[in-house]
Protein backbone atom coordinates (compact mmCIF):
# COMPACT_ATOMS: atom_id res chain seq x y z
CA UNK A 1 0.00 0.00 0.00
CA UNK A 2 2.69 2.54 0.80
CA UNK A 3 4.28 1.35 -2.28
CA UNK A 4 1.10 2.51 -3.97
CA UNK A 5 1.06 5.91 -2.39
CA UNK A 6 4.64 7.05 -3.40
CA UNK A 7 3.83 5.48 -6.87
CA UNK A 8 0.99 7.99 -7.29
CA UNK A 9 2.48 10.75 -5.86
CA UNK A 10 6.20 10.03 -8.27
CA UNK A 11 3.57 10.11 -11.33
CA UNK A 12 1.69 13.48 -9.69
CA UNK A 13 5.02 14.90 -9.77
CA UNK A 14 6.25 13.77 -12.75
CA UNK A 15 3.13 15.44 -14.77
CA UNK A 16 3.42 18.92 -12.79
CA UNK A 17 7.16 18.87 -14.26
CA UNK A 18 5.86 19.65 -17.69
CA UNK A 19 3.87 22.75 -15.81
CA UNK A 20 4.65 26.06 -14.87
CA UNK A 21 3.51 27.70 -11.81
CA UNK A 22 -0.19 28.34 -13.12
CA UNK A 23 -0.73 24.75 -14.27
CA UNK A 24 0.34 26.21 -18.32
CA UNK A 25 2.17 23.13 -20.21
CA UNK A 26 5.55 24.63 -21.18
CA UNK A 27 6.67 24.35 -24.59
CA UNK A 28 10.10 24.14 -25.97
CA UNK A 29 11.51 27.25 -26.98
CA UNK A 30 12.08 27.29 -30.29
CA UNK A 31 15.11 29.23 -32.23
CA UNK A 32 14.13 31.06 -35.14
CA UNK A 33 16.91 31.18 -37.17
CA UNK A 34 17.03 35.11 -39.55
CA UNK A 35 17.18 34.48 -43.13
CA UNK A 36 19.72 35.91 -45.67
CA UNK A 37 18.25 39.61 -47.09
CA UNK A 38 17.23 39.86 -50.86
CA UNK A 39 19.49 42.05 -52.28
CA UNK A 40 18.67 43.62 -55.94
CA UNK A 41 21.47 46.07 -57.76
CA UNK A 42 20.24 48.90 -59.62
CA UNK A 43 22.39 50.09 -62.56
CA UNK A 44 21.71 53.65 -63.71
CA UNK A 45 22.04 54.82 -67.31
CA UNK A 46 24.75 56.54 -68.76
CA UNK A 47 25.85 55.36 -72.48
CA UNK A 48 28.96 53.35 -72.52
CA UNK A 49 29.97 54.83 -69.46
CA UNK A 50 27.76 52.19 -68.15
CA UNK A 51 30.89 48.98 -69.01
CA UNK A 52 31.67 50.33 -64.94
CA UNK A 53 28.55 48.03 -63.67
CA UNK A 54 30.46 45.54 -65.41
CA UNK A 55 33.12 46.15 -63.08
CA UNK A 56 31.09 46.42 -60.11
CA UNK A 57 29.50 42.91 -60.88
CA UNK A 58 33.06 41.33 -60.43
CA UNK A 59 34.03 42.92 -57.12
CA UNK A 60 30.88 42.39 -56.01
CA UNK A 61 31.37 38.34 -56.76
CA UNK A 62 34.74 38.26 -55.94
CA UNK A 63 33.10 38.84 -51.95
CA UNK A 64 30.19 36.29 -52.41
CA UNK A 65 27.62 39.24 -52.70
CA UNK A 66 25.70 38.35 -55.51
CA UNK A 67 21.87 40.15 -56.42
CA UNK A 68 18.89 38.14 -56.28
CA UNK A 69 17.00 40.95 -57.85
CA UNK A 70 18.52 43.46 -60.87
CA UNK A 71 17.03 46.18 -62.04
CA UNK A 72 18.14 48.82 -64.88
CA UNK A 73 17.97 51.73 -66.61
CA UNK A 74 18.78 52.22 -70.33
CA UNK A 75 22.84 50.85 -70.21
CA UNK A 76 21.92 49.53 -67.17
CA UNK A 77 18.94 47.68 -68.60
CA UNK A 78 21.80 46.82 -71.25
CA UNK A 79 24.57 45.08 -68.63
CA UNK A 80 21.48 44.04 -66.35
CA UNK A 81 19.71 41.67 -69.05
CA UNK A 82 23.00 39.83 -69.72
CA UNK A 83 24.15 39.88 -66.21
CA UNK A 84 21.01 37.89 -64.77
CA UNK A 85 20.66 35.78 -67.80
CA UNK A 86 23.33 33.89 -66.32
CA UNK A 87 26.39 35.10 -68.04
CA UNK A 88 29.48 35.81 -65.64
CA UNK A 89 30.91 39.27 -65.38
CA UNK A 90 34.07 37.58 -66.86
CA UNK A 91 32.53 36.69 -69.78
CA UNK A 92 30.59 40.19 -69.83
CA UNK A 93 34.15 41.68 -69.61
CA UNK A 94 34.87 39.77 -72.88
CA UNK A 95 31.78 40.90 -74.45
CA UNK A 96 32.31 44.69 -73.42
CA UNK A 97 35.67 44.60 -75.11
CA UNK A 98 34.93 43.28 -78.44
CA UNK A 99 31.76 45.39 -78.91
CA UNK A 100 31.35 47.43 -81.53
CA UNK A 101 29.49 50.23 -82.79
CA UNK A 102 28.19 48.54 -85.94
CA UNK A 103 27.24 45.77 -84.04
CA UNK A 104 24.20 48.19 -82.07
CA UNK A 105 24.44 50.88 -85.13
CA UNK A 106 21.45 51.11 -87.45
CA UNK A 107 20.68 54.48 -89.07
CA UNK A 108 17.68 55.67 -90.18
CA UNK A 109 15.95 59.43 -91.60
CA UNK A 110 12.66 59.43 -89.63
CA UNK A 111 11.50 62.85 -87.65
CA UNK A 112 11.21 60.49 -84.92
CA UNK A 113 14.89 59.53 -84.35
CA UNK A 114 17.84 58.45 -86.38
CA UNK A 115 18.83 55.41 -84.79
CA UNK A 116 15.75 52.55 -85.11
CA UNK A 117 17.42 50.15 -82.40
CA UNK A 118 16.25 46.78 -83.71
CA UNK A 119 20.14 45.99 -83.86
CA UNK A 120 20.67 46.34 -79.91
CA UNK A 121 17.07 44.74 -79.50
CA UNK A 122 19.13 41.56 -81.48
CA UNK A 123 22.65 41.86 -79.81
CA UNK A 124 20.58 41.28 -76.36
CA UNK A 125 18.36 38.77 -77.27
CA UNK A 126 21.69 37.12 -79.32
CA UNK A 127 23.77 37.08 -75.76
CA UNK A 128 21.30 36.29 -73.72
CA UNK A 129 20.37 33.06 -75.73
CA UNK A 130 16.65 34.17 -76.62
CA UNK A 131 15.20 34.02 -73.73
CA UNK A 132 12.07 35.52 -72.35
CA UNK A 133 13.02 38.14 -68.96
CA UNK A 134 10.52 35.62 -66.84
CA UNK A 135 13.14 32.89 -67.60
CA UNK A 136 16.62 34.39 -66.40
CA UNK A 137 18.18 32.69 -63.52
CA UNK A 138 17.97 36.20 -61.79
CA UNK A 139 14.88 38.37 -61.39
CA UNK A 140 15.48 41.11 -63.73
CA UNK A 141 13.25 44.81 -64.89
CA UNK A 142 14.26 46.77 -67.57
CA UNK A 143 12.58 50.34 -66.68
CA UNK A 144 11.17 52.89 -69.46
CA UNK A 145 8.79 55.67 -69.72
CA UNK A 146 5.50 54.94 -71.37
CA UNK A 147 5.94 57.93 -74.22
CA UNK A 148 1.88 58.72 -74.31
CA UNK A 149 1.51 59.30 -69.92
CA UNK A 150 4.93 59.63 -69.04
CA UNK A 151 4.67 56.64 -66.23
CA UNK A 152 7.55 54.52 -65.39
CA UNK A 153 6.85 50.82 -67.46
CA UNK A 154 9.15 47.82 -65.50
CA UNK A 155 9.27 44.76 -67.99
CA UNK A 156 9.75 41.75 -65.52
CA UNK A 157 8.76 39.18 -68.66
CA UNK A 158 8.86 39.23 -72.49
CA UNK A 159 11.40 39.82 -74.74
CA UNK A 160 14.66 40.62 -73.04
CA UNK A 161 15.94 42.45 -76.53
CA UNK A 162 12.91 44.54 -76.84
CA UNK A 163 12.49 45.74 -73.10
CA UNK A 164 16.02 47.29 -73.17
CA UNK A 165 15.60 48.82 -76.26
CA UNK A 166 12.54 50.30 -75.00
CA UNK A 167 14.74 51.42 -71.78
CA UNK A 168 17.38 52.36 -73.96
CA UNK A 169 15.39 54.73 -76.43
CA UNK A 170 16.60 58.32 -75.99
CA UNK A 171 14.56 60.92 -77.30
CA UNK A 172 15.04 62.32 -80.74
CA UNK A 173 17.85 59.94 -81.05
CA UNK A 174 16.40 56.84 -80.98
CA UNK A 175 12.64 55.84 -82.98
CA UNK A 176 10.52 55.05 -80.02
CA UNK A 177 10.27 51.72 -79.39
CA UNK A 178 6.77 50.12 -79.81
CA UNK A 179 5.53 47.16 -77.36
CA UNK A 180 1.82 45.96 -77.75
CA UNK A 181 1.09 48.81 -79.39
CA UNK A 182 2.32 51.62 -76.84
CA UNK A 183 5.76 53.53 -77.76
CA UNK A 184 8.22 54.11 -75.26
CA UNK A 185 11.52 55.81 -74.84
CA UNK A 186 14.51 56.16 -71.99
CA UNK A 187 13.75 55.23 -68.45
CA UNK A 188 16.19 57.44 -67.47
CA UNK A 189 13.55 60.27 -67.63
CA UNK A 190 11.25 59.19 -64.92
CA UNK A 191 13.85 56.21 -62.88
CA UNK A 192 17.49 57.00 -63.90
CA UNK A 193 18.99 55.10 -61.19
CA UNK A 194 15.78 52.20 -60.72
CA UNK A 195 15.85 51.83 -56.87
CA UNK A 196 12.37 51.91 -56.75
CA UNK A 197 11.41 48.98 -58.98
CA UNK A 198 14.22 47.20 -56.73
CA UNK A 199 12.34 47.45 -53.38
CA UNK A 200 8.91 47.00 -55.28
CA UNK A 201 10.14 43.91 -56.26
CA UNK A 202 11.11 42.79 -52.74
CA UNK A 203 14.11 43.61 -52.08
CA UNK A 204 15.84 44.13 -48.48
CA UNK A 205 19.10 45.93 -49.32
CA UNK A 206 19.39 48.04 -52.77
CA UNK A 207 22.86 48.83 -54.05
CA UNK A 208 22.63 51.37 -56.41
CA UNK A 209 25.12 52.16 -58.89
CA UNK A 210 25.21 55.35 -60.34
CA UNK A 211 26.95 56.71 -63.43
CA UNK A 212 25.27 60.15 -64.40
CA UNK A 213 27.42 62.99 -65.28
CA UNK A 214 27.37 65.83 -62.51
CA UNK A 215 26.80 69.03 -63.69
CA UNK A 216 29.96 70.87 -62.12
CA UNK A 217 31.08 73.29 -64.36
CA UNK A 218 32.52 70.68 -67.21
CA UNK A 219 31.24 72.51 -70.63
CA UNK A 220 30.66 69.07 -72.80
CA UNK A 221 32.49 68.82 -76.06
CA UNK A 222 30.27 67.18 -78.63
CA UNK A 223 26.15 66.77 -79.28
CA UNK A 224 26.38 63.54 -77.35
CA UNK A 225 27.98 65.23 -74.17
CA UNK A 226 25.90 67.93 -73.86
CA UNK A 227 22.41 65.19 -74.56
CA UNK A 228 24.23 63.39 -71.59
CA UNK A 229 24.18 66.47 -69.18
CA UNK A 230 21.54 67.81 -70.14
CA UNK A 231 19.59 64.47 -69.14
CA UNK A 232 20.66 63.84 -66.08
CA UNK A 233 20.38 67.81 -65.49
CA UNK A 234 16.30 66.78 -65.76
CA UNK A 235 16.43 64.00 -63.37
CA UNK A 236 18.70 65.37 -60.95
CA UNK A 237 15.75 65.43 -58.85
CA UNK A 238 14.90 61.91 -59.43
CA UNK A 239 18.37 60.55 -58.96
CA UNK A 240 18.64 62.12 -55.83
CA UNK A 241 15.30 60.54 -54.70
CA UNK A 242 16.23 57.19 -55.94
CA UNK A 243 19.88 57.47 -54.33
CA UNK A 244 18.04 58.91 -50.96
CA UNK A 245 16.36 55.52 -50.95
CA UNK A 246 19.28 53.03 -51.69
CA UNK A 247 21.11 50.90 -48.72
CA UNK A 248 24.93 51.20 -50.48
CA UNK A 249 25.39 53.72 -53.59
CA UNK A 250 28.36 53.06 -55.67
CA UNK A 251 29.45 56.07 -58.00
CA UNK A 252 32.06 55.26 -60.56
CA UNK A 253 34.35 58.15 -61.27
CA UNK A 254 33.18 57.68 -65.26
CA UNK A 255 32.56 61.54 -66.00
CA UNK A 256 35.41 61.87 -68.15
CA UNK A 257 34.16 59.10 -70.38
CA UNK A 258 32.39 59.97 -73.56
CA UNK A 259 28.79 58.28 -73.55
CA UNK A 260 29.48 56.59 -77.10
CA UNK A 261 33.03 56.01 -76.32
CA UNK A 262 32.89 52.30 -77.05
CA UNK A 263 36.87 52.01 -76.83
CA UNK A 264 37.00 53.36 -73.17
CA UNK A 265 34.93 50.06 -72.39
CA UNK A 266 38.62 48.71 -70.35
CA UNK A 267 38.55 52.03 -68.85
CA UNK A 268 35.44 51.75 -67.14
CA UNK A 269 35.48 48.49 -66.13
CA UNK A 270 38.38 49.63 -63.81
CA UNK A 271 36.39 52.66 -62.86
CA UNK A 272 33.69 50.27 -61.86
CA UNK A 273 35.86 47.93 -59.75
CA UNK A 274 37.65 50.54 -58.05
CA UNK A 275 34.61 51.70 -56.69
CA UNK A 276 33.14 48.66 -55.78
CA UNK A 277 35.76 48.13 -53.74
CA UNK A 278 35.46 50.91 -51.45
CA UNK A 279 32.27 50.00 -50.56
CA UNK A 280 32.72 46.25 -49.64
CA UNK A 281 32.88 46.69 -46.20
CA UNK A 282 29.53 48.54 -46.44
CA UNK A 283 27.66 46.89 -48.14
CA UNK A 284 28.39 43.45 -45.57
CA UNK A 285 27.54 45.30 -42.56
CA UNK A 286 24.34 46.00 -44.30
CA UNK A 287 24.21 42.22 -44.61
CA UNK A 288 25.46 41.82 -40.89
CA UNK A 289 22.96 44.88 -39.55
CA UNK A 290 20.02 43.15 -41.75
CA UNK A 291 20.00 39.53 -39.92
CA UNK A 292 20.60 41.56 -36.29
CA UNK A 293 17.24 42.85 -37.67
CA UNK A 294 13.69 42.09 -36.82
CA UNK A 295 13.35 42.04 -40.58
CA UNK A 296 15.53 38.79 -40.66
CA UNK A 297 13.07 36.86 -38.98
CA UNK A 298 10.28 37.80 -40.80
CA UNK A 299 9.46 36.60 -44.00
CA UNK A 300 10.52 38.15 -47.40
CA UNK A 301 8.80 41.48 -48.45
CA UNK A 302 6.10 40.86 -50.78
CA UNK A 303 6.40 41.69 -54.06
CA UNK A 304 4.16 44.13 -55.84
CA UNK A 305 4.94 42.37 -59.36
Known amino acids: ?172 VFVPATIGGVKYVDGGLVSPIPVETAKDMGADIVIAVDISARPAGNKPTSMWGLLDQTINIMGQQSINKELSAATVVIQPKVGHLGTLDLSSSNEAILEGEKAAQLKIKAIETAITNFKKSPAALAPPPRAKF
Open 1 to 172: MRLLQYGLIGLIGFSLAGCDTFGTKKTPTQTVKPREPVIAIALGGGGAKGFAHIGVLKVLESHGIKPKIVTGTSAGSFVGSIYASGKTPYQMQQLALTLKESDLRDLTLSSQGFVVGQKLQNYINQNVANKPIEKFPIRFAAVATRLDNGKRTDFIKGNAGQAVRASCSIPN
